[in-house]
């Protein structure tokens, strides 16, 4: 057991790692960033902050000799990064950034557990993709497998004829078929270092622009029936990769028949997720909190909702600048703002989460 008093490490400086620092401190833990030179607005937040590069594991190794336990807030850290950290545990164990690092690797994984992802197939070049959309059909979405986030590294297909028009990004790609959902829900997690596992409440996630807009409890009934399924194949990833923290799964709930009605896996995220921000004023116990515990090997508290009704909606770019007008609404909306300095569009800049005692009026 890692004790409060002890020092925490985070791989990344964005605002997850803002939010856990604030999560680490108030069990009294100290938390030590690392990122590469930039602007971090966890830094604000931590008791130090060390800019470095991915590649220089000396510089890692040194991070990391002066913390008890490292985790990362950023999936897309790379693994020579997490490799140089030797003097302290790192968890959860990298094998779970290996898997979600690559989305054709994440969905092999989700496959071979049941779990079942909408029709895809590996493209490497722009014959591949010809031959992906002649198989799957349009419309789809070519990604690329690795490093994209937020809808970025994605392109919208709507026939062959704009596949062929497309200039195919240099990079190794997936070909997935675009899903007829109805709605889209996440399954956030915890998995405590004996093996117990929490599960939130599921939100309703709508997106705008392939960016999370916002995320509202309770979900639909249909996310309701199919969250069940949904949670084994999240409880059997948690399990198979040992995972220790949050981790978070998302899905699409579908009435197609073609799915027979199932929960379709989109992506995984081995941390604590934009969707899960809510927990933060709504659930007994936050994402944040839990990941600390967890990674501390604490009992884990109650992910339990308070509140009949929720919703989380993001700040993006220049809303920032009038997003304090909330503060005089009844007092139940809470405004988190990340301190970042420039309120570029599509930039995730803070979010607002609104707490009800009773059901939305029908
Ligand atoms: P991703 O970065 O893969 O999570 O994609 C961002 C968002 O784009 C998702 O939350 C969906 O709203 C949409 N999207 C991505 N892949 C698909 C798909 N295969 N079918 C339908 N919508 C998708």
Redesign the pocket.
């Given at each position: 057991m890692i004790l409060p008093g002890a020092t925490i490490g985070i791989l990344g400086g964005g605002q997850l790692g803002r939010m856990m620092a604030v999560a680490a401190a108030q069990l009294g833990y100290r938390t030590i960033g690392y990122a590469p030179a930039g602007h971090h607005v966890a830094a604000d937040l931590c008791a130090d902050f060390v800019e470095g590069e991915w590649d220089d594991a000396a510089a890692i190794a040194a991070f990391a000799a002066r913390c008890d336990v490292v985790t990362w807030e950023f999936e897309n850290v790379p693994l020579a990064a997490v490799g140089a950290v030797s003097a302290c545990p790192l968890v959860p164990h990298p094998r779970a950034l290996e898997t979600a690092q690559d989305?054709l690797k994440e969905k092999r994984f989700i496959e071979q557990l049941g779990g079942r992802p909408?029709p895809y197939a590996a493209v490497g070049s722009a014959d591949d993709l010809a031959r992906a959309v002649e198989a799957i059909g349009t419309p789809?979405?070519l990604?690329t497998a690795r490093e994209?986030?937020?809808?970025k590294g994605?392109w919208r297909i709507g026939s062959a004829r704009e596949a062929a028009a497309l200039r195919f990004p240099g990079k190794p790609c997936v070909y997935?078929?675009?899903?007829?959902?109805e709605a889209?829900f996440s399954v956030i997690l915890v998995r405590g270092a004996d093996g117990e596992i929490g599960f939130w409440d599921s939100t309703e996630?709508r997106?705008h622009d392939?960016?999370?807009e916002s995320s509202v409890l309770p979900a639909s009934p249909l996310i309701a029936q199919q969250l069940g399924e949904a949670r084994q194949i999240a409880r059997k990833a948690a399990e198979a990769l040992d995972y220790v923290g949050v981790m978070t799964l998302?899905f699409?709930a579908t009435r197609a028949k073609e799915t027979g009605g199932a929960p379709?896996f989109?992506?995984m995220a081995p941390r604590v997720h934009n969707s899960g921000h809510w927990t933060i004023e709504a659930a007994a116990t936050s994402q944040f909190e839990n990941h600390i515990r967890a990674i501390c090997g604490l009992p884990l508290g109650s992910t339990r909702t308070r509140f009949a009704r929720v919703e989380m909606r993001n700040i993006v770019g220049p809303e920032a600048l009038t997003a304090r007008a909330v503060l005089g609404e009844d007092g139940e909306a809470h405004l988190h703002l990340y301190g970042k300095k420039e309120a570029r569009e599509g930039r995730k800049m803070g979010h607002v989460t609104r707490v009800w005692d009773a059901p939305a009026a029908p």
């Open positions: 989305r909408a789809g979405i990604k994209g986030y937020d809808g994605q997935e078929g675009l899903v007829d959902f889209e996630n997106h392939g960016m999370l998302e699409f379709v989109n992506e």
